[in-house]
Each structure stands twice: as C-alpha cells, then as structure tokens.
C-alpha cells in the first residue's frame, strides 16, 4: 500500500526544521517524488510550499515524468532538477530501471528546452562505462552537472556486487583521459562524511565522484554488521520517511525514529532518543544538515543490476514502510 507524506506534516516541517536549527536547504528525492499526491495537490505545490518559505528546493527524480511537468518546473522555484541516468545505452537503461527510454529522453529533452537546472546521478557498473564520455560531451555542451556513485551493497545485491562495483582507479582513468577535462580541488560538503572529486569540462560542465572509501563514521557504526560494506556514515543524511520516522542509516530501518506527534514534528523527543541510540547531540549535528524528504513509498521504476541479478536501489528500504 502507499504512503505519503501528508501536506500537513510538510507544512509543520518548514517552520520547526530551522526552528530546530536545521538548514534551509530541501532535497525532494529517493522512490518517485513527482508520483506524490495529497488531496489533489502534486509535487509542484511541495516545491511552492518550501520556497515561500526561504529554502532552496532540490529534486531528485528518474525522469519518467518529465515530459508532464518539464514546463510546469520550469516555472517553479525548484533550485536543482537531478536526473538519475545509469546509461545512455538504451537497451542497458531499459534493464536497469524497467522504464522506457525514449520516453526518458523525450522529458530530458523537455527539460533542457525550457531551461531547467539540470544535474545527472549515474550509478557506476564494472564493466558498462564505455560511454562515459558520451555523458561527458552532454555535461560539456549543456553546462551541466553529473555526479558518479559508486554502486551501495544491500542486503539484495551483495551476491552479486564484486561483479559490478567500479573501482576508483577504474574510473579515474576513464574521466582523466576525456579531452580537456581539468582536475579541481576535492571538497566534503559540511553535512558529508564523504570527500569528492571535481573536474571541470572545458565547456565548463561540472564533474563530481563521491569517494566511499573516505567514509567517516561514528562509533555508533563500530558495533554494526554493515560496517565493513557500509558507504555512508550514520547521519550523513537526514531523512523523513512517508511514515512520519525520521532516519539516519540506509541500510538499517531499527535506526528509524519516530518524529512527529500528529501532524507536528516533536524535535526535541527525537533529539533525546538520538542522544539515547546513538549517542549523537542533536542540537550541533543539526546545524550542518538539509531535510531530505521521501514523500512516497511509490516509484514506477524498480532499478535492479544491469542483468536483472538484484534490485540494487533502496526501494525495498522505503516501500515497505
């Protein structure tokens, strides 16, 4: 069955998240977000909803409906439009996602034609990045941005992950060889346990890797069974769930905690029960984080490796909430 966020609880979230300290920045990202639904609202009003109160609205979405509402976000306020796109092989993409690509390409094309903000997530597969430069050459002539990521093990995929992960060297050499490109200094975003490599286009296209194995985390991840696979630190991210929890590791749902009492946030409770569990002072953690909403446990797509081995997403993490 799916849930969503009620809109409720989303209003009550843009006041009490920056009274809580948290910062003014939202991702809308994670399952569908653009498949959200509440009393004849979609997601063009959360976007409104956040804006008009001073936040910068991202939204991370699989592009299968963009050729609906290219130009209706177009004329919103949204900040970052972020495309997740694993191949521009038709065949491969249509593996993974089990979407239809020229219906894909169609919204991408929407999407550039009435200006939008484009930024590209692809997932990295061992042995399925022969047109990386290809990617590189739309970044290069669009001005845009991709972020590379490496492949998370779950529960699902980890039979199967030695096959497909991409090692670091392996794609530096792919992304250093693209004619012009240029190296720039590495960052870690405030909120981020992990570092990131940089690359400019000659273009001026932006580059991005997000490194796991500069992971750092907390001690609460001493203890965890995932800790060896682990590839991103205990509340890197700030989460809320379509149920109303508040989580703070992707793999482990025993880490979710409740945070609303009826349709408010109670962030002082969950400060505590954070304290409690993991031993993490709310009040200075908070100061460095964005709310990163998952406003419906549905997405039309069901991402799996590129042979159908497993679903390497997260979607079984949030669908069956």
């Known amino acids: 069955m799916t849930k969503e966020i009620s809109f409720a609880r989303l209003s009550s979230l843009t006041r009490t998240w920056l009274e809580a300290g948290g910062q003014p920045t939202v991702e809308l990202a994670a399952m569908e977000p653009t498949l959200w639904q509440d009393s004849g609202r979609s997601i063009l009003d959360v976007i409104q909803l956040f804006a008009g109160a001073g936040y910068q609205v991202n939204l991370t979405t699989n592009g299968s409906t963009l050729t609906q509402y290219a130009a209706a976000l177009a004329q ?6 972020r495309i997740s796109w694993h191949s521009l092989d038709r065949k491969v993409y249509e593996n993974i996602t089990r979407g239809d690509y020229r219906t894909f390409l169609l919204g991408v094309r929407q999407a550039e034609k009435y200006g939008l903000p484009l930024c590209y997530n692809r997932i990295l597969f061992h042995g399925l990045t ?10 290069d002539r669009q001005r845009s941005r991709i972020k590379f990521l490496e492949l998370y093990i779950t529960e699902q995929n980890k039979l199967h992950f030695g096959s497909y992960h991409t090692r670091i060297d392996e794609f ?3 992304v250093e060889s693209y004619p012009g490109i240029r190296r720039e200094e590495d960052f870690t975003p405030g909120y981020a346990t992990r570092s990131r490599y940089v690359w400019r286009t000659p ?11 500069t992971c750092k ?9 995932y800790n060896k696979d682990c590839t991103e630190g205990f509340g890197e991210y700030f989460r809320v769930l379509p149920n109303g929890k508040a989580a703070f590791c992707y793999l482990r749902n025993d880490f979710d905690l409740p945070l609303f009492k009826g349709d408010a946030p109670d962030f002082p409770g969950l400060a505590r029960q954070l304290e409690k569990t993991a031993g993490l002072e709310f009040d200075t953690w908070v100061k460095k984080r964005s709310l990163r909403l ?4 549905h997405c039309n797509y069901n991402c799996s490796l590129p042979h159908g081995e497993a679903i390497f997403c997260l979607g079984k993490r ?3 909430l």
């Open 76 to 81: 919103s306020p949204v900040n970052k439009l």
């Open 130 to 139: 022969d047109d990386i430069h290809q990617h590189l050459d739309i970044v």
């Open 172 to 174: 530096l050499k792919i």
């Open 203 to 213: 273009n001026g296209g932006r580059v991005e890797f997000k490194v796991a194995e």
């Open 217 to 225: 985390k907390l001690p609460v991840c001493a203890s965890c069974p």
């Open 294 to 297: 998952i406003l419906t446990t």
């Open 318 to 320: 949030f669908r069956n």
